[in-house]
């Protein structure tokens, strides 16, 4: 789930942990949010995401303000890595802001600290409805019967291809290719044009979870890992021998040409990313780019859900009420869809995906991609998500950087990473 924000997470493995959780999140502290005399409030909603992002955010914001205005709204945004530095600070001093953008990887690690607001209560009360929901959304931020999180977006994973490099090598992927399909097609791209097939699936760690899934299993259980040292050695044995045989491109190209990406950068001809990622391939790259279905291990079943960024409150608001009412606005008005697009992801409600027609191919493909999940019924629940789980996101990302990079064997790669998430996750 996107993380969907799912930028480079490398650098999250140390920001939540260390002095910080030494601090605790029950400590005594004054709660978020403020009032006046005339009955207004002030909440505080925090994000991460660009520039453009948080353009768009404050149009709908004074769209809120304009219906509700007795409640004021003060913003504040950070790229990924930096918002959650600052959040785990707020939070561990007591003093989160109102409502936020959350991600599924960190609602049982923050229940678990006390911050965050069950909307259950507000959903009772009428601030918030949970109807109209596509595709089961709406059970998205469910955590132990507690709401945590309600859905703004969604998304899934995907392969963007490049269009023009899988017509010269003469592969037309199509639903229910296999993976012996898929290595059979980074083979022929290699063999034809030149260019290394795939930029390296075997560190994305939502992707391995599909894997996973083909095979009954998944990355995370509710407290746990869900898979075995034999699992994920064999997993990354096959990615290490990629590399090496120019299926996979040369990490250390990957790493020479960040931000841009590897498909863009013409040093790949496929990716593994989220599908509404898709736009950012075609204002980095000058080829045609387009979205492939995930392999599948028996021809039917990809693993695949769909996964969301979240709005979340804090369980020190001041105003529960208030908090509830902003994110109902956010996630049900027409309007808002009309500014934010796809930003973070397709609209999760009804109403908002209606109201926002796309004019783009890029963001028609991303809406028909979607759609031709729903339809077809391949979608699954989501992987339960450990407290932890954020962590040991961040380890598979860098172990399988350095394995591939030949600063570690594949057997010592897959021992580090069960010993950082059986400390992150505590099983």
């Known amino acids: 789930m996107s993380t969907t924000g799912s930028v480079d997470r490398r650098g999250l493995l140390k920001i939540a942990g260390g002095s910080l959780a030494a601090l605790g999140l029950t400590a005594a502290g004054c709660g978020s949010g403020s009032g006046s005399g005339d009955g207004s409030v002030t909440i505080r909603y925090a994000w991460w995401g660009s520039d453009d992002r948080a353009k768009r955010i404050n149009q709908t914001i004074a769209l ?15 790229p990924y890595l930096d918002f959650w530095k600052k959040f785990n600070t707020q939070a561990s001093g007591g003093n989160p802001p109102d409502v936020f953008q959350n991600a599924i990887g960190f ?21 918030l409805s949970m109807d109209g929901f596509r595709a089961g959304l709406e059970t998205f931020g469910e955590v132990d019967g507690k709401l945590l999180g309600v859905p703004v977006g ?23 290719w296999t993976w012996d399909d898929f290595d059979a097609a980074l083979a022929k791209i290699r063999d034809t044009t030149g260019r290394a097939g795939d930029s390296g699936g075997y560190g994305v760690m ?3 979870d599909l894997y996973l899934r083909q095979h009954g299993k998944a990355f995370f259980t509710t407290d746990a890992l869900g898979f075995t040292e034999a699992d994920l050695k064999e997993w990354w044995t096959k990615g290490y021998e990629g590399v090496k045989s120019g299926l996979y491109t040369d990490p250390k190209k990957v790493a020479q040409i960040k931000p841009k990406s590897a498909l863009a950068a013409e040093i790949a001809g496929c990716e593994f990313t989220w599908d509404n990622f898709t736009v950012r391939y075609t204002s980095e790259g000058k080829s045609e780019y387009g979205l492939a279905p995930i392999p599948t291990t028996d021809g039917k079943k990809t693993g695949q ?9 804090s369980k020190r608001t001041k105003h529960p009420k208030e908090v509830a009412q902003f994110i109902d606005f956010m996630v049900h008005d027409p309007e808002v869809a009309k500014i934010m697009g796809y930003d973070r992801g397709v609209p999760t409600t009804t109403a908002q995906y209606e109201a926002f027609q796309p004019t783009d191919q890029v963001n028609k493909d991303i809406a028909a991609y979607e759609k031709q999940l729903v339809d077809t019924g391949v979608l699954e629940p989501i992987t339960p998500h450990p407290a932890g789980a954020d962590v040991a996101e961040s380890a598979f990302l860098r172990l399988a950087e350095e394995l591939a990079l030949g600063s570690r064997s594949v057997d010592d790669a897959v021992k580090q990473f069960f010993t950082e998430s059986k400390t992150a996750i505590g099983f």
Request: hydrophobic residues 40%; charged residues 25%; positive net charge.
């Open 64 to 78: 809120f303000e304009k219906k509700y205005p007795k409640i004021k709204v003060k913003t504040d945004f950070q």
């Open 107 to 127: 609602l049982r690690k923050y229940d678990a600290k006390n911050v965050l607001l069950d909307l259950n209560a507000q959903v009772k009360a009428g601030n």
């Open 154 to 176: 969604s998304n899934s994973m995907a392969l963007v291809i490049d269009e023009k490099v899988f017509r010269k090598a003469g592969v037309s992927p199509k639903p229910g």
């Open 206 to 208: 939502y992707l391995y």
């Open 305 to 313: 859900y769909l996964g969301s960024l979240m709005l979340s409150g």
